[in-house]
């Protein structure tokens, strides 16, 4: 099956489902460094647009006769609303780049589509109180298809990451089941299973773009992320730590953090000296969290500011573009480009973790061809 993917960031969508087999023959997105991180990963997908507002419905359909069957369009559009023309209603999902998916739904008339977003989305209400999901489930159905959404946390589907998402599916046939889960609480893939026989970095030794380098795979989950890398090593790479930071960690034992509001947080007199105390407005947040590495990682985010403070188990530093890309599952042959090593945090933390996209495409595939699936199973998507 064919798919495009719409907001498509560096791909890990895109990744997940060709994984799973599909083609991925074109994407759209806006940001450059994304941009050419999906080129340089999907050199057989094109670029059919970056303003997605800018692409007419005749461009659309310009895109579907080139392409010829789309059977699915997937993506994750934001859905704030953008508008700066008279005074609208800021979450309503009809008044944000939500529109523009359903504006390309309507156009090609895929057999299924997938949109992703962040759990917030599910009690978000617009200013007449309407539930924002309700909305789109609602705009969905005005086109003939049955639609619903699921949340996953890809902690549960051989991801080393407690990380909720928002999944919302529909087709003209029905919708999918809820994908079996793989792991629970007693068997997650932990933060140590997925970096541990990664080189160690620190304030001297910033990592390389890319080197030569055999590492030893310990666990089924490292073979899968060094599977394709041919014993090159890429994105291997961090900013240069605060000092004070570097200073502080040594303090804060594994699992815990800093947060002076909170009980469960760590308070500045764990520091034998004064000149590592942090301000009560520093500590009003959690921050210098040491994680654990018997326990998948927290989620991963977009910008420097709040990864930086997501420290190594063991090394008294942020964790590595390519540590955060191997929490997120991208093989170590997935290469982000970009100028600063913010932009490949930033293009990481907003992607959804391809292996959690290939199984959610393996259960669409299943749904569409599988003559024994069930499509009245109780673990179908539901309402929550």
Same mark, same amino acid.
């Given at each position: 099956? +064919?798919?495009?993917?719409?907001?498509?960031?560096?791909?890990?969508?895109?990744?997940?489902?060709?994984?799973?087999?599909?083609?991925? #023959?074109? &994407?759209?997105?806006?940001? /450059?460094?994304?941009?050419?991180?999906?080129?340089?990963?999907?050199?057989?997908?094109?670029?059919?647009?970056? !303003?997605?507002?800018?692409?007419?419905?005749?461009?659309?359909?310009?895109?579907? @006769?080139?392409?010829?069957?789309? !059977?699915?369009?997937?993506?994750? #559009?934001?859905?704030?609303?953008?508008?700066?023309?008279?005074?609208?209603?800021?979450?309503?999902?009809?008044?944000?780049?939500? +529109?523009?998916?359903?504006? &390309? *739904?309507? *156009?090609?008339?895929?057999?299924?589509?997938?949109?992703?977003?962040?759990?917030?989305?599910?009690?978000?209400?617009?200013?007449?109180?309407?539930?924002?999901?309700?909305?789109?489930?609602?705009?969905?159905?005005?086109?003939?298809?049955?639609?619903?959404?699921?949340?996953?946390?890809?902690?549960?589907?051989?991801? %080393?990451?407690?990380?909720?998402?928002?999944? *919302? $599916?529909?087709?003209?046939?029905?919708?999918? =089941?809820? #994908?079996?889960?793989?792991?629970?609480? @007693?068997?997650?893939?932990?933060?140590?299973?997925?970096?541990?026989?990664? #080189?160690?970095?620190?304030?001297?030794?910033?990592?390389?773009?890319?080197?030569?380098? *055999?590492?030893?795979?310990?666990?089924?989950?490292?073979?899968?992320?060094?599977?394709?890398?041919?014993?090159?090593?890429? =994105?291997?790479?961090?900013?240069?730590? =605060?000092?004070?930071?570097?200073?502080?960690?040594?303090?804060?034992?594994?699992?815990?953090?800093?947060?002076?509001?909170?009980?469960?947080?760590?308070? =500045?007199?764990?520091?034998?000296?004064? +000149?590592?105390?942090?301000?009560?407005?520093?500590?009003?947040?959690?921050?210098?969290?040491?994680?654990?590495?018997?326990?998948?990682?927290?989620?991963?985010?977009?910008?420097?500011?709040?990864?930086?403070?997501?420290?190594?188990?063991?090394?008294?530093?942020? $964790?590595?573009?390519?540590?955060?890309?191997?929490?997120?599952?991208?093989?170590?042959? &997935?290469?982000?480009?970009?100028?600063?090593?913010? !932009? $490949?945090?930033?293009?990481?933390?907003?992607?959804?973790? %391809?292996?959690?996209?290939?199984?959610?495409? /393996?259960?669409?595939?299943? &749904?569409?061809?599988?003559?024994?699936?069930?499509?009245?199973?109780?673990?179908?998507?539901?309402?929550?």
């Amino acid at each position: 099956m +064919k798919i495009i993917d719409l907001f498509a960031g560096c791909g890990g969508l895109s990744k997940g489902f060709e994984m799973a087999g599909y083609d991925v #023959p074109g &994407f759209v997105e806006f940001w /450059e460094p994304a941009i050419k991180t999906h080129q340089r990963n999907f050199p057989n997908s094109t670029l059919l647009g970056k !303003d997605i507002t800018k692409i007419s419905n005749d461009e659309i359909k310009d895109i579907k @006769n080139k392409i010829g069957v789309i !059977d699915g369009v997937v993506g994750g #559009p934001p859905c704030q609303g953008f508008s700066t023309i008279g005074k609208r209603d800021k979450n309503d999902p009809r008044n944000s780049l939500f +529109k523009d998916f359903l504006r &390309f *739904v309507t *156009v090609i008339e895929p057999k299924f589509f997938l949109m992703e977003n962040v759990t917030g989305l599910l009690s978000t209400r617009t200013e007449n109180e309407e539930l924002v999901i309700d909305i789109i489930i609602s705009e969905f159905e005005k086109l003939g298809y049955k639609a619903n959404y699921m949340v996953l946390n890809a902690a549960n589907y051989g991801i %080393p990451q407690m990380r909720k998402r928002v999944l *919302v $599916f529909g087709s003209k046939e029905g919708v999918i =089941n809820i #994908p079996t889960e793989l792991n629970n609480k @007693n068997n997650y893939l932990t933060l140590e299973d997925a970096i541990s026989n990664l #080189p160690s970095l620190d304030s001297d030794n910033l990592g390389e773009h890319s080197i030569e380098t *055999v590492l030893k795979s310990s666990n089924p989950y490292q073979d899968y992320l060094q599977k394709h890398a041919n014993g090159i090593l890429h =994105n291997h790479i961090i900013k240069k730590q =605060n000092e004070l930071d570097i200073e502080r960690w040594q303090y804060i034992p594994e699992g815990r953090y800093m947060r002076s509001i909170n009980p469960a947080g760590l308070k =500045n007199d764990i520091f034998p000296d004064k +000149k590592l105390h942090m301000s009560a407005g520093e500590t009003s947040q959690q921050k210098l969290c040491r994680l654990d590495r018997t326990k998948p990682s927290w989620t991963v985010l977009t910008d420097w500011y709040t990864m930086r403070q997501k420290t190594h188990y063991s090394q008294p530093r942020a $964790f590595s573009v390519r540590e955060v890309a191997r929490i997120q599952s991208f093989g170590d042959d &997935f290469i982000f480009e970009g100028e600063k090593v913010t !932009d $490949f945090y930033k293009q990481i933390g907003n992607a959804v973790p %391809p292996l959690l996209g290939k199984i959610i495409a /393996e259960e669409i595939d299943s &749904f569409f061809n599988d003559k024994d699936y069930s499509k009245n199973s109780e673990k179908q998507l539901k309402l929550f």
